[in-house]
């Protein structure tokens, strides 16, 4: 359910974005056919990066995301919120996708000041990782721009941002990468 309504989700973002049909929005974005459709894979685990993980999810390529176990309640975190974040972990998924499909735009050429831990709405203690997927506490504090901008897709489906002025940039910037695919 949660891959489903990621999807959903991102197909009427787009729409608003382009000002298409959501479902033609979502096609022309990453770039399907009914020949070369988008796929989401269970797996029992997957390889990233020479390791392998049994849970969360990956984008292989420009139209397979694979996800093994995603978030569940545990602990003090519930079922509603485990639910949006493992919602939210497919929409960043979808943003990876994004910039395979979009590789000439660069769109993942995220500005040096945006590389950081600021800027990011606030996620509940037991979700940490709610509206930021990929923190760099996961690369021994590394900041991936890939990772940033899949992310700041994430900030931009469902319009959620963090405050000051960093927030302020990534929603300009994720906004200006967004309307410079529709542009084509």
Avoid: C
């Amino acid at each position: 359910m949660a891959v489903l309504l990621a999807v959903l989700d991102t197909a009427s973002a787009l729409g608003k974005d382009s000002g298409l049909d959501p479902w033609i929005a979502f096609r022309a974005a990453f770039r399907t056919t009914k020949d070369d459709p988008m796929v989401f894979e269970k797996v029992y685990s997957y390889n990233y990066d020479g390791k392998e993980y049994t849970d969360g999810a990956v984008s292989q390529n420009y139209h397979l995301v694979q996800a093994a176990e995603l978030s569940q309640p545990i602990g003090f975190r519930t079922s509603a919120m485990a639910f949006i974040s493992a919602r939210n972990n497919m929409v960043h998924e979808l943003g990876h996708v994004l910039t395979y499909n979009w590789s000439s735009k660069n769109l993942d050429n995220v500005p040096g000041g945006l590389l950081n831990e600021e800027g990011w709405p606030e996620s509940p203690a037991s979700a940490n990782i709610t509206w930021r997927q990929h923190p760099s506490r996961f690369d021994e504090g590394t900041v991936y721009p890939g990772e940033v901008f899949a992310d700041m897709f994430l900030g931009r489906v469902y319009n959620k941002w963090g405050a000051g002025t960093t927030g302020d940039r990534r929603r300009e910037y994720i906004t200006d990468a967004m309307n410079s695919i529709w542009d084509d």
